[in-house]
């Protein structure tokens, strides 16, 4: 069992675009961008850091940007083996836990498996009195937990106290008995156990192999000074194994009745928004009501192979106002998420190999650049120099996502750009580089995603 350090317990959720490390600015956080959560009568209001920021609260500074494209593409392997692959789980970490021998569950992970990386970082409070703590938000996974004392098996190191349910009047654990423990199954994808005195045990896995088990409890959320729900159903992790940063935990936005999202649902209204900043900027996400007039919407789809994540569906992709020529099917056939928690954005092969033949094509007069990790169409330059054709992102009924050149390139380097995008597997993947800087709103309740420009700051 790892000692564990102190934790601020902040939610830092939202996809981290990743930046090259040239683009950070300044490696100290400027007092200018300061935590702020706080609810009203529209909802809840929280402050984003991106994930490697100077300014997060749960800084993953130390890592390079070849590892966290690495990390990336262990999270697209996990997303698309969970969608197209018949479930099976290798075995039962919350089964371990429920017979308390500690070192049958705990399977040290490589430092790279994980899903920490690309996410953004927010703070929420919890308990009564109130701590507050640094959280990952995730759109890809429904349940919130956070690591937990006593750390009966292992938690990462985090930055700030663990949380204590011991020195909150409000907490309390979920027998297993109850219908929140029923529901771990569908909001996990993994069964719950039961501890020996009733109490319900939740593994919650990522895929890569990075996962969180302890036991299923209930406490008063609090957003800024405000108690924002009581009873809200959590995870109390006992381990906690993968690379989450510093953060405290995770909170997660899918659309599984245990999500953050859905437990404040009745209450604020089941839509969220967020802009995801870049390094240098502050990005916010909001759960509730929203003013729609300045956004363009897109349906979110249902899809057979998962409930909770967020289907949308392409239609095609413009380069220089000129529409790619690949035939429509290419996009219908490949089932399409937008992600929070996804750097690079994963294209259908063909569509893929289009837009870097005509961006190539675009960009001849700069000295192309030696592939870099998983990213293939790269040139001498930088984003910002390039005179970069303007790329459009076009989905079904036609809204149409005009990026800027920074969405579109990322520098690798001192001396190079890369296409931020790359071929798909089995599903596409809209990732969070290309959704930097906009207003993207979640409409669960009508099925619509919307963006607009200039979301951030
Ligand atoms: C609530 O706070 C948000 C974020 O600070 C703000 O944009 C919004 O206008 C506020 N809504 C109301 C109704 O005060």
Redo the contacts with the bound molecule.
């Keep these: 069992m790892r000692v564990v350090f102190f934790l601020l317990f902040s939610l830092l959720l939202l996809s981290g675009v990743v930046s090259p490390l040239r683009d950070i600015p300044h490696s100290s956080c400027s007092s200018k961008l300061h935590e702020?959560q706080?609810?009203?009568?529209?909802?809840v209001?929280f402050t984003l850091h991106h994930p490697r920021g100077p300014c997060s609260p749960a800084s993953l500074q130390e890592l390079s940007f070849s590892d966290v494209l690495q990390h990336d593409v262990l999270r697209v392997s996990g997303l698309t083996s969970r969608l197209t692959t018949t479930k099976h789980r290798h075995r039962h970490r919350a089964s371990s836990l429920a017979t308390n021998h500690p070192s049958l569950v705990s399977v040290p992970l490589t430092p790279g498996s994980s899903l920490g990386v690309g996410n953004y970082i927010t703070k929420i409070g919890l308990g009564t009195p109130a701590s507050y703590f640094s959280m990952v938000v995730d759109t890809g996974s429904s349940l919130t937990w956070l690591q937990c004392s006593p750390c009966r098996i292992s938690c990462h190191d985090q930055s700030g106290p663990l949380f204590d349910p011991s020195a909150s009047s409000t907490y309390h654990s979920v027998p297993c008995s109850s219908a929140e423990c029923s529901g771990l199954q569908s909001a996990t994808l993994n069964p719950s156990a039961c501890s020996s005195s009733h109490v319900c045990i939740y593994e919650a896995s990522y895929g890569d192999s990075s996962f969180s088990v302890g036991y299923l409890s209930k406490d008063t959320l609090t957003i800024g000074s405000s108690p924002a729900l009581s009873g809200f159903t959590y995870g109390c992790g006992q381990d906690n194994e993968g690379l989450f940063g510093h953060s405290a935990g995770l909170i997660g936005l899918a659309k599984d009745k245990l999500s953050l999202l859905s437990q404040l649902a009745p209450k604020l209204g089941n839509a969220f928004s967020y802009c995801l900043p870049t390094m240098s900027s502050t990005g916010?996400l909001?759960i509730g009501s929203y003013?729609p007039s300045h956004f363009v919407f897109t349906p979110l789809v249902k899809s057979s192979l998962d409930n909770s994540l967020y289907f949308v569906k392409l239609s095609g992709i413009k380069v220089g106002g000129k529409v790619l020529s690949v035939p429509a099917s290419t996009y219908s056939d490949t089932p399409t998420i937008i992600d929070s928690g996804t750097v690079i954005t994963r294209l259908p092969p063909d569509v893929y190999t289009e837009l870097s033949s005509a961006v190539s094509n675009a960009l001849s007069k700069y000295p192309s650049a030696p592939a870099y990790s998983l990213l293939d169409t790269c040139f001498k330059g930088s984003a910002a120099g390039l005179a970069a054709p303007e790329v459009v992102v076009v989905f079904e009924g036609g809204a149409e996502w005009n990026l800027a050149t920074r969405n579109v390139f990322i520098d690798v380097d001192d001396g190079t750009t890369c296409l931020a995008f790359a071929s798909a597997g089995r599903v596409a993947i809209i990732g969070n580089r290309l959704q930097q800087t906009f207003k993207v709103v979640y409409d669960v309740a009508n099925s619509k995603l919307g963006f607009a420009a200039g979301g951030c700051g």
């Design positions: 702020h706080h609810m009203n009568s529209s909802g209001h916010s909001s003013d």
